[in-house]
């Protein structure tokens, strides 16, 4: 038992270890890319002190080329001379562009989410099962979004329909019915891990819904259907059971005492009597025929 707590805090720490590992790598990297206006050159000063000259000297008409606007949730990522400018993403608010040798890219903030089309995966115990779920993420890194990847959204719901079908491949039917919270877990930290280099960061995923064949539905509602008769069953057997020790406990009271039948004998005939019967069964103790029977 030690030995597996043992194991199981060394996998958690190396995780740690490879997370942080990851994070200076993704540091390192946007570092890079955010200092690279420094090597434009001696060619590409030159162009920047023009853009520079132009911009004055057609003043004030410039300056609606020059001042940009971006949202509250929007980030911008500017271009000079195809370099990313130093400072990394701009905004929200105003900011400054050359006309001639800057360009810009917004980056939507927001969370975003979309459905995982059903997925066609096959069971740990050899059983098809479509699959669908929705995914929750974000740009956590505007620079690493833009110059790491062509297309982040895209390239994310790809990854998020591969990893749910290898998720899914790992389960058997009744892991994948009742273990929804853990498949999730799994696919999150799967999907956040791959996409950190991207920028993007994954806050949830959800299954949404498990389509099971139609003869395998109705073999398992068969199943079911027998499992909760035979449970039935059994209850009434234990019914009987119980209830054939209570009137063994009764007639072993009934005998003690004669008249205790006889009394019970004119309780039911109260009870017959109080639904208007036409006809009255009365019950003659054995007893007295067998007077007759001798005659």
């Not at 030995?3 to 993704?26: L, P």
């Not at 995966?121 to 062509?150: E, H, P, W």
């Not at 994948?176 to 791959?194: F, G, K, N, P, V």
Request: charged share 25%; glycine share 4%; hydrophobic share 45%.
């Amino acid at each position: 038992m030690e030995d597996g707590r043992e194991t199981a805090a060394m996998r958690e720490q190396k995780r740690k270890d490879r997370q942080i590992d990851r994070w200076c790598y993704t540091n390192d990297d946007t570092q890079a890319l955010e200092t690279g206006d420094s090597d434009i050159g001696v060619c590409g000063w030159i162009l920047v002190l023009f853009s520079i000259l132009l911009t004055l000297l057609t003043l004030p008409l410039s300056i609606w080329m020059c001042i940009k606007i971006v949202k509250e949730y929007e980030r911008a990522i500017i271009f000079r001379l195809g370099r990313i400018l130093r400072g990394g993403a701009k905004g929200p608010g105003l900011f400054f562009i050359l006309p001639c040798t800057d360009s810009f890219i917004n980056v939507d903030m927001r969370t975003i989410t979309f459905d995982i089309p059903p997925q066609e995966v096959l069971t740990k115990d050899s059983v098809t099962v479509s699959v669908d779920g929705v995914v929750y993420y974000r740009v956590q890194n505007a620079t690493l979004a833009v110059a790491n990847i062509t297309n982040a959204d895209a390239a994310t719901r790809l990854l998020a329909q591969t990893t749910l079908r290898n998720v899914l491949g790992t389960k058997n039917l009744a892991e994948i019915l009742s273990d929804r919270e853990e498949i999730a877990h799994s696919m999150q930290s799967t999907l956040d891990d791959a996409t950190d280099d991207w920028g993007i960061k994954v806050e949830r995923v959800e299954i949404k819904d498990v389509k099971l064949p139609l003869q395998l539905q109705r073999a398992m509602a068969a199943e079911a259907e027998a499992t909760r008769e035979a449970r039935a069953k059994v209850i009434a057997a234990e019914g009987e059971m119980n209830a054939s020790r209570a009137l063994k406990e009764a007639s072993l009271v009934i005998a003690e005492s004669p008249s205790a039948l006889q009394l019970r004998y004119l309780q039911t005939l109260n009870t017959i009597a109080a639904e208007k019967n036409s006809t009255i069964i009365f019950p003659l103790p054995i007893d007295m025929m067998q007077s007759f029977m001798k005659h």
